[in-house]
C-alpha cells in the first residue's frame, strides 16, 4: 500500500510561481503529477523516472513546470513558473504501476494517488 500526500498549493496571480511536494509513504516506482480543471477530466502534467531521472511533461506545461524527485524521501516535486488562468486545477500526484511504461500519460498506469490540492492563478 502506497499514501500519496500533496502539499504547496493555494492562490497566485498570473505570472507567479508555486512549488507543490508530494510525499510517498511506502515503495513506489515513478511519480507523476496530473491536474482536473474545473469542469474538466483529468489531464497529465508532467513525470519522473525513479532510477534514470528521465522526465516528461505535457506539451501545455513544457519550459514552465519543472518535474523534479528525491528518492531517499521518497518525494516528487513540481515547480510551477509563469502560471496562467488555464493551469487552475486540482493537482494530483500518482505512482506509476509496477510494468507500465515511463513517462506514460493515462491514468491506467498509475495505480495510486493523492487527494488532490487546489491550485488557482487569477488573471
Known amino acids: 500500500q502506497v499514501q500519496l500526500v500533496e502539499s504547496g498549493g493555494g492562490l497566485v496571480q498570473a505570472g507567479g510561481s508555486l512549488r507543490l511536494s508530494c510525499a510517498a509513504n511506502?515503495?513506489?516506482?515513478?511519480l507523476a503529477w496530473f491536474r482536473q480543471p474545473p469542469g474538466k477530466e483529468r489531464e497529465f502534467v508532467a513525470a519522473v523516472s525513479r532510477n534514470s531521472g528521465n522526465t516528461f511533461y505535457a506539451d501545455s506545461v513544457k519550459g514552465r513546470f519543472t518535474i523534479s524527485k528525491d528518492n531517499a524521501k521518497p518525494a516528487v516535486y513540481l515547480q510551477m513558473d509563469s502560471l496562467k488562468p488555464e493551469d487552475t486545477a486540482v493537482y494530483f500526484c500518482?505512482?506509476?504501476?509496477?510494468?507500465?511504461?515511463?513517462?506514460?500519460?493515462?491514468?491506467?498506469?498509475?495505480?495510486?494517488w493523492g487527494q488532490g490540492i487546489q491550485v488557482t492563478v487569477s488573471s
Open positions: 500518482a505512482s506509476k504501476r509496477m510494468g507500465a511504461p515511463l513517462g506514460s500519460n493515462v491514468e491506467e498506469a498509475y495505480d495510486y
Open positions: 511506502g515503495r513506489t516506482f515513478s
